[in-house]
């Protein structure tokens, strides 16, 4: 009777532990492939754009552009909400009727509008730094600068849409 034959069940078993560790092994091949495929794939791209990368000047100006723009979002988002903030207090100055209230009111929304024109003026100042930077850039505009972009993570639209302008 082989159904009751140990031998062979002993053996079976020794064969299926076998099977099941190599199948581990080969999941963790497999994964290490799909690792492995994201590096290759990186630097296939730096392999391919290595003579492509911009000058260090030319990284610079990048920066510097990004820095810009982002301190010119920062500066729109403070002058909203400042007008926010500042038509708030026109509500509010119509509504009262005492006079040391008022005042500090008139004086509150006199800091506001000097906020206002501070910030007007930085991003005034910002506007022509951003413009210098976009043309220098726009000299040298081809798909490689495109390219270049998209490898440091940076939007390459506003690009495109300037050369349509």
């Known amino acids: 009777m082989d159904l009751f034959n140990t031998k062979k069940i002993e053996k079976l078993e020794k064969e299926n532990k076998e099977i099941k560790k190599l199948l581990v092994d080969l999941n963790k091949q497999l994964i290490k492939n799909k690792e492995d495929s994201v590096d290759w794939d990186n630097y296939k791209k730096w392999k391919e754009m290595k003579d492509s990368f911009p000058k260090i000047e030319e990284m610079f100006k990048i920066k510097d552009l990004k820095r810009l723009v ?27 009727r005492g006079h040391t ?17 501070e910030v007007g003026r930085m991003i005034e100042n910002t506007e022509p730094q951003i413009n210098k930077i976009l043309e220098e850039i726009g000299k040298n505009k081809d798909t490689k600068l495109i390219e270049i972009l998209k490898l ?12 349509q302008s």
């Open 152 to 163: 440091y993570g940076i939007e390459s639209d506003w690009i495109l849409n300037n050369e």
């Open 70 to 96: 982002d301190r010119r979002n920062y500066l729109n988002n403070v002058l909203e909400e400042t007008h926010k903030q500042r038509l708030t207090k026109q509500v509010q100055l119509s509504e009262l």
């Open 101 to 117: 209230s008022r005042s500090r009111m008139v004086q509150s929304m006199n800091d506001l509008m000097w906020l206002i024109e």
